[in-house]
């Protein structure tokens, strides 16, 4: 697997490392309402830049599809864990149920599923 330098690669790990940080300092506030959604949403952040700079930087299409079906993951959780952050920042968070958050991944799961065939 060959990867070459590109520019835009520093920006995507600068993301990377300030959402890496957020994770480790959202990690002392375990008992706040809304804590692992925070901690699930900037761990999908941090896959996406990752992964998205190490596509760009990659030279040859198999390290490039791995990378980009890697972002596949951050693509289709990152909505629904957005609204499962939202609904506790706003004062809902008695709507985000076991049952509703697995309904909510069904359609995630599958697009991951068919990305990976």
Do not use: C, D
Request: hydrophobic fraction near 60%; avoid cysteine; proline fraction near 4%.
């Amino acid at each position: 697997m060959a990867y070459q330098f590109v520019p835009y690669t520093v920006l995507l790990l600068v993301a990377a490392s300030i959402t890496t940080a957020l994770v480790l300092w959202g990690l002392r506030y375990r008992e706040v309402p809304g804590n692992r959604a925070f901690l699930f949403s900037m761990a999908i952040g941090t896959l996406w830049s990752v992964a998205n700079a190490l596509e760009i930087s990659a030279t040859t299409l198999g390290p490039k599809l791995f990378w980009a079906n890697m972002q596949y993951i951050a693509y289709s959780l990152a909505p629904v864990v957005w609204l499962i952050m939202v609904l506790y920042h706003t004062g809902k968070g008695h709507l985000v149920t076991r049952k509703r958050v697995l309904l909510m991944l069904i359609i995630p799961m599958i697009t991951n599923i068919l990305i990976w065939l």
